[in-house]
């Protein structure tokens, strides 16, 4: 038996955030169309301070097959089932094991005043946990690269490593932290629609084999597509097809299909040198539409980074394009920082700021 896990939605009314009730109602398809028929949301469902639960009463019941777990989260810690009529929809309010397919899952709503450590104990001592048993939760997991919500970057319900090897669940799977990460047995599988522009790439949501304890990514198709991104410019006979060429390397490293493109919303930076800003910015704005992509910022590209040339710099270019010769020489293993990051700081050091 499979199981799917999202959290981390931040719904309002569908009017409010269409995209996300999209990206939602997506995963309802994917997971019916598979037979899945458990979906556990791992907190932060709706937005903080937000009580008009009938759009998402709405949408549970045009799957009714699926049951839909609620495990509250720190901005949606007060939800209980009575506040939706859907007969599908379970809130967990306390801390409780659910048998799924003979497999045990612990599921911890959001408590502020206590940590996941504290609450697992208090569990342990008046239930007996079995051998094989599934942690979700939400909060965040303490370790050395711990991955940090940059909107919240306090702890929240924190769960150490130390507890997981003293009671060793099989899995754990926690809300919170947005992006889609694996540390470990620990896995997150991330908000299911780009919030903003610090959410890019392609989301996600987990569906998890109970038995073989299996979690693995799948991707949410949604309305939109959030990047960020910088292009160095370097002192170049033809600026354009340089641009154009790196443009390129960046939209091949998203691996999207050509539909997804239209998709795309790019938050673009341009650093290092130009012989003409406005040219250079102008062109940028043109590849890209040309690509069916729009920016993020109703500006365009942010240039305050990039630095115009002088006259005066030429023989600062001639001693810049022997070092960038020297360095494509040397082998890239040697390198902490990618040659482009290497180079950037060369130009500073040759051309100035």
Known sequence: MKIAVTSDVH??????SPQRYNALEN??????????????????LFEKDYDNYSDFDTLCKKYPNVTVNIIPGNHDSQIEKRFFSAENIIVVTE??????????????????????????????????LPSKWILIGHGDYL???????????????????????????SVVILGHIHKPSQFGKVFYP???CGLNINETGKRKFLILEVHSLTPQYQTVETDVLYFSETIQMFPVDDEVSFLKNRLSDIIQKWQLKEEELKKVKVRLFLKGYTKDKNVITQNLVQIVRN?????????????????????????????????KIKIGEIDKGQFISSIEDVMGKVMELILGS
């Open 27 to 44: 995963i309802f398809e994917k997971i019916t169309h598979k037979g899945i028929l458990e979906l556990i949301i791992a907190g932060d």
């Open 11 to 16: 719904l309002k009314s569908r009017q409010e």
């Open 291 to 323: 690509k069916g992509i729009k920016f993020y910022d109703s500006l365009g590209p942010d240039t305050s980074e990039l630095k115009t040339l002088k006259e005066t710099d030429r023989e600062k270019i001639s001693l810049l394009n022997r070092v």
């Open 190 to 192: 991330g908000s299911p």
């Open 95 to 128: 801390p409780q094991i659910k048998e799924i397919d003979k497999v045990s899952f612990l599921f911890l709503p959001y408590d502020s005043a206590k940590s996941m450590d504290e609450v697992i104990v208090d569990f342990a001592h008046r239930h007996t």
């Open 143 to 169: 370790t050395s690269n711990r991955e940090v919500n940059p909107y919240e970057p306090h702890l929240y319900m924190p769960l150490t490593v130390k507890m997981i090897n003293n009671y060793n669940p």
